[in-house]
């Protein structure tokens, strides 16, 4: 069960623990990116867990159990995508980076009946543990999953300009090493005035960290390539940013032109 404010606020009070926090606020890698374990834990239990639709409740529960669980979507960064693919009218969308589905299942519940998403991993297997749960929130039929790289599927994609500008929501979740990769082919499905969330941007907080500072080792493979994207997308006159410090960051970009 999780650990209420109250009793986050109690043990926070002992020394030990205190240190502890303090640390690993200190320590690149660390999961939320606020500055303290309690006020990330009031916005999880005032907002967002007493909010969350059952079956993403669910899926999270299931997802926790997984030994890559560390990918998952966090429930606040659920919330704020549901509520994003609802302010802009989401119908036609795409998702990079699967898992075992949560972010797809907030996409899902946010979207119209006849509303699609193109979703694509490499492993179908933990997209097929969440799927029974997504099935019993019938929203199953918006999704059309895809196992596989992402990159040819994007290229049979662009490669017909029927699909070119017909994508109003578009969130990128995979191998950080390929979102540049990504948004060149993106930029031309993605409808003027729609949205790509590029997923990841703070990475871990390792951006701003000096390059001798302690950090897991995917951190820091992957570090570059996000600060690379980060410096791209500022640079990119096709599109308006907002990079949000939800989650582990996403850069919600809106095609321009
Ligand atoms: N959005 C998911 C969620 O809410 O749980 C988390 C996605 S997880 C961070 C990244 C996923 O990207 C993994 O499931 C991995 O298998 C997938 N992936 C890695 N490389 C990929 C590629 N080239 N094409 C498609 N998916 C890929
Ligand atoms: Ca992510």
Redesign the pocket.
Same mark, same amino acid.
């Given at each position: 069960m999780a650990t209420t404010a109250t009793e986050t606020k109690k043990t926070s009070t002992n020394g030990e623990e205190q240190q502890s926090q303090n640390l690993r606020h200190q320590e690149v890698g660390h999961k939320s990116l606020l500055q303290s374990d309690e006020l990330y834990q009031y916005i999880l239990e005032t907002s967002v867990y007493p909010r969350e639709p059952e079956s993403m409740k669910e899926l999270r529960e299931v %997802?926790a159990k997984h030994p890559?669980n560390i990918?998952? %979507?966090s429930a606040d960064? *659920?919330q704020f995508l549901n509520m994003l693919i609802k302010l802009v009218n989401a119908k036609n969308t795409m998702?990079? *980076?699967?898992?075992?589905?949560?972010? @797809?299942l907030?996409t899902a519940l946010a979207l119209p009946e006849d509303g699609k998403i193109l979703a694509? &991993?490499? #492993?179908r297997e933990?997209?097929e543990l *969440?799927l029974p749960i997504i099935e019993k929130a019938g929203v199953a039929h918006k999704i059309d999953f895809r196992e *596989?790289?992402? @990159?040819p599927v994007l290229d049979e994609l662009v490669a017909d300009e029927k699909n070119h500008g017909t994508y109003d929501f578009i969130?990128v &979740?995979? &191998?950080k090493d #390929?979102y540049i990769n990504y948004h060149k082919r993106l930029i031309d499905l993605v409808k003027i005035g729609g949205v790509i969330g590029y997923?990841?941007t703070l990475w871990n907080g390792s951006v701003v960290a000096p390059p001798d500072a302690p950090m897991r080792k995917y951190v820091r493979y992957y570090r570059d390539f996000v600060i690379e994207l980060n410096k791209a997308l500022a640079a990119d006159p096709r599109i308006e940013i907002c990079m949000l410090p939800v989650g582990d960051g996403i850069t919600i970009c809106r095609r321009i032109n």
């Open positions: %997802t890559w990918m998952t %979507t960064e *659920g998702e990079i *980076g699967v898992y075992t589905g949560y972010s @797809l907030a694509m &991993d490499v #492993n933990n997209y *969440g *596989g790289p992402a @990159l969130f &979740d995979a &191998d #390929n997923d990841n």
